[in-house]
């Protein structure tokens, strides 16, 4: 359930983290004053929005002025709930959210070890936005990594030994054309129908719940069993 305009103001953070090799990311949580812990999680690549306009597209108004603490080298605010903001700019940002949300979930569907999540980025121009993301699905001498397209094609066979090849096939499915299979459609539109205040908590909980999962260690496997294979 999303927070009502009847709740107290929310305290807000956003820090710029170098999230993957290459990859910057700006996160912004949102978190209950007197909390520890954020409830909602907004990742966007970094720079491609401002503080303020991440928070208007996933329904949430900035109140007063923002402070710079130099420590953890972050930026501070207060927030409460509004009505997303409309338009084109606003649905991209809430599209690139869905598409790691989308992605986070099919890795865990077909292997529940999924974890170590890290952005792929084209390799072209000036390309901030993922194509797609390797996760990790083992450990020692049974390391593994898969790979899952920002539009829904996942690898559901064991992986491959190398971090890098997983990002290689990623930029293959990419520069094919056939990186968005129909079979996952369905889950964008279910996505698309969510309040997107409800976006930024689903993306906080598969991230922490990848996080925990690491922390964790080796849990029982549940795996595909359909392989998808570098497009030739």
């Known amino acids: 359930m999303s927070p009502t305009s009847g709740e107290a103001r929310f305290l807000v953070t956003c820090a710029s983290v170098l999230a993957s090799p290459g990859y910057r990311e700006d996160r912004i949580s949102i ?18 929005a401002s503080m ?3 928070l208007a597209a996933f329904g949430w ?3 007063g002025s923002l402070e710079y603490v130099a420590g953890p080298n972050e930026t501070r605010g207060e927030a409460e709930p509004a009505q997303p903001a409309a338009g084109s700019a606003m649905e991209d940002l809430r599209d690139m959210v869905r598409s790691e949300i ?7 569907l077909c292997d529940s070890r999924s974890r170590h999540f890290q952005a792929v980025l ?31 094609r ?5 992986g491959v030994p190398h971090r890098d090849e997983a990002a290689d096939t990623v930029r293959q499915w990419h520069a094919s054309g056939a990186d968005a299979p129909s079979h996952a ?12 205040a409800d976006l930024a908590r689903l993306l906080s909980i ?3 719940d990848s996080a925990a999962l690491a922390a964790d260690g080796e849990r029982p496997a549940r795996e595909c069993s359909r392989s998808a294979r570098s497009p030739r």
Do not use: C
Request: aromatic fraction near 6%; charged fraction near 20%; charge should be positive.
């Open 61 to 63: 108004r900035l109140l």
């Open 102 to 108: 989308l992605a986070r979930m099919l890795a865990l």
């Open 52 to 54: 303020r306009d991440a």
């Open 185 to 196: 459609e369905p889950a964008h539109g279910i996505l698309r129908e969510q309040p997107p």
């Open 154 to 158: 996942v690898n559901n066979v064991v």
């Open 31 to 48: 978190r209950r004053r007197g909390e520890t812990d954020a409830f909602a999680l907004i990742a966007l690549p970094h720079g491609i």
């Open 206 to 208: 598969l991230r922490r």
């Open 122 to 152: 084209s390799g072209g121009g000036d390309s901030r936005v993922p194509i797609g993301w390797t996760f990790r699905n083992g450990l020692g001498p049974a390391v593994a990594y898969g790979w899952v397209t920002a539009k829904g």
